[in-house]
């Protein structure tokens, strides 16, 4: 059973980056895309990006100025990237396995941007 | 962006009858080259992330009980519950994978009557 587990700062400074690892166990990251995602307390999802195993990445454009992802397939994990970040950046970051649909998620992490 | 449009935006049905909720997306996020909608359904209850119900508009997702149904092709898509049980009180929200970015509806809440 593939599972997934974001890490990282619970609390980033305004203008500052936000950074997120995503660690997959129980099946190898290759073969697919890892996307991020998004949702702003009490409110809808936001799709931050994806990226593939080979290294490859779409990103929202909303958001492309500021984001970077990357893999480590040695450590099975795919990080995220947020720079520059304000109080709107604040919300619980989900990672997922993409193979189109998003069919495993990790428990998501809240974020918050504050000083 | 394509924009994904769910109605309504909120919906309470009486344990065991229909439930019915639909998504419009601004463009066909259907592939002619392989016939398939790049489309999703997903469920998801308070403090917990989304689970995956439908892909590909009408296959249900692994372990996902047969009383949800997804139909449409194209631009319109359904979500139907046809017994609706407690536990599937949740927002519901549609998404598109055709083209990045993958947008998504802005989710329906689902209630008992």
């Known amino acids: 059973q593939v599972q997934l587990q974001e890490s990282g700062p619970g609390l980033v400074k305004p203008s500052e980056t936000l950074s997120l690892t995503c660690t997959v166990s129980?099946?190898?990251?290759?073969?697919?895309?890892w996307s991020w995602i998004r949702q702003p307390a009490g409110k809808g999802l936001e799709w931050i990006g994806r990226?593939?195993?080979?290294?490859?990445?779409n990103y929202n454009p909303f958001l492309r100025s500021r984001v970077t992802m990357s893999l480590d397939t040695s450590k099975n994990q795919f990080s995220l990237k947020l720079n520059s970040v304000t109080a709107a950046d604040t919300a619980v970051y989900y990672c997922?396995?993409?193979?189109?649909?998003?069919?495993?998620w990790g428990q998501g992490t809240l974020v918050t941007v504050s000083s | 962006d394509i924009v994904m449009t769910q109605s309504p935006d909120s919906l309470a049905v009486s344990l065991g009858e229909r439930a019915t909720i639909n998504c419009k997306s601004s463009?066909?996020?259907?592939?002619?080259?392989?016939?398939?909608?790049?489309f999703a359904w997903y469920q998801q209850k308070p403090g917990q992330p989304p689970k995956l119900l439908i892909h590909?508009?009408?296959t249900r997702g692994s372990g996902v009980p047969d009383r949800f149904s997804g139909s449409g092709s194209g631009t319109d898509f359904t979500l139907t519950i046809s017994s609706l049980q407690a536990e599937d009180v949740a927002v519901y929200y549609c998404?598109?994978?055709?083209?990045?970015?993958?947008?998504f509806g802005q989710g329906t809440k689902l209630e008992i009557k």
């Open positions: 997922a396995r993409s193979y189109g649909a998003n069919d495993y």
């Open positions: 129980g099946g190898s990251i290759g073969n697919y895309y």
């Open positions: 990226i593939l195993s080979s290294g490859s990445t």
């Open positions: 463009q066909s996020v259907l592939y002619s080259s392989n016939n398939k909608n790049y």
């Open positions: 590909w508009a009408s």
């Open positions: 998404q598109q994978y055709y083209s990045p970015p993958y947008t």
